[in-house]
């Protein structure tokens, strides 16, 4: 039976920005109320463009960045309510890998001191079972141990990330927040990157948030897809629902920007125009609806909330006036 690993509610995170001194301090709602949640063993990818918040919601996710209000439970227990030593025993369970696996690598220690840390820092078992454990996660990621010695800039963008999946799994953690981590990869190594991901999820368990800009990345390793624009989910589907029949007009967007490989068949293209809007002055009603091709004056005025237009009991979750 399905178990709830992680269980967000009402997440917010809103940033004061300008001048408190001369005037109007502008706010950016960074993340504004998003709730999901993930089940054990499952993926959950997060997809939208740059500056819709979602490495901000990873973030808050695993505290590196304090909400401004609402829950994160993992396995029942809400992580904003702890410190000292709770805390310090819940990092060990959430664990994240970064876009960039250059810049998250300390440059100055080699992948051995890299690879210990995290099990020093927890003062995880004995010297002889936190070596094993490292030459476990360097089998795993499909490092030799003979790289141990060397450091960060010694190796490819590809091996690099794989070095940052291994720190992740050093502390065999329960989730993990993938953070656009085969963003800054060549095409050729992406793939590599997401079936070593997929493998994790399958053979070890783990739960993931996997965040991306792109729906074509996240398609074959999630099992549900969150579409998020300026801070809120607009759609939410199991991943084959929301790829078959997207209903929100932005997730068709993005959609038909994923290229076809076969250079006959049709698709209906719809281009979005235009960039993401500011968070510090976010147009009113709904926000999507200053590049929304449907969009009708009831969008200026009312924001659309979030309903279940699911079939058959199936949770299809959209935030657009049309399915009101
Ligand atoms: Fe477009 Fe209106 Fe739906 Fe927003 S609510 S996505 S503007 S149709």
Redesign the pocket.
């Known amino acids: 039976m399905s178990e709830v690993l992680l269980e967000v509610n009402r997440l917010k995170k809103h940033f004061s920005a300008g001048n408190r001194f001369f005037g109007a301090q502008a706010v950016c709602k960074a993340v504004d109320d998003v709730s999901f949640t993930i089940e054990r063993g499952k993926t959950l990818g997060l997809v939208g463009e740059s500056g819709c918040g979602k490495s901000t919601l990873g973030r808050c996710v695993l505290r590196l960045y304090e909400p401004t209000s609402g829950e994160v439970k993992l396995e029942g227990v809400d992580i904003s309510q702890l410190s000292g030593r709770q805390l310090k025993a819940m990092r060990r369970d959430m664990q994240i890998i970064f876009q960039d696996p250059y810049a998250s690598l300390n440059p100055r220690m080699t992948i051995h001191e890299i690879l210990r840390e995290p099990l020093d820092t927890h003062k995880i078992g004995t010297e002889d079972e936190r070596e094993a454990k490292i030459a476990e996660v360097m089998a795993i990621v499909g490092l030799r141990p003979q790289v141990l010695n060397r450091y960060p800039h010694e190796f490819s963008g590809g091996q690099r990330q794989r070095i940052g999946i291994a720190r992740a799994l050093v502390l065999e953690p329960k989730f993990i927040v993938a953070d656009e981590p085969v963003s800054a990869l060549d095409v050729s190594v992406q793939a590599q990157v997401l079936n070593l991901i997929a493998e994790l999820q399958e053979k070890k368990g783990i739960s993931f948030l996997f965040i991306a800009h792109d729906l074509g990345v996240v398609q074959h390793i999630c099992d549900e897809v969150g579409v998020m624009y300026l801070g809120r989910i607009v759609e939410k589907a199991p991943a084959e629902v929301l790829y078959r029949h997207p209903k929100?007009?932005?997730t068709q967007a993005l959609l038909s920007a994923i290229p076809i490989p076969d250079p006959t068949a049709s698709k209906e293209s719809m281009k979005l125009q235009g960039d993401v809007p500011s968070p510090l002055s976010p147009p009113s009603g709904?926000t999507?609806?200053t590049r929304?091709p449907?969009?009708?004056s009831r969008?200026k005025e009312e924001r659309?909330n979030s309903h279940n237009t699911g079939e058959q009991g199936t949770e299809h979750l959209v935030a657009?006036?049309?399915y009101d």
């Open positions: 929100h007009p932005y709904c999507f609806r929304c449907q969009a009708s969008c659309p657009c006036h049309l």
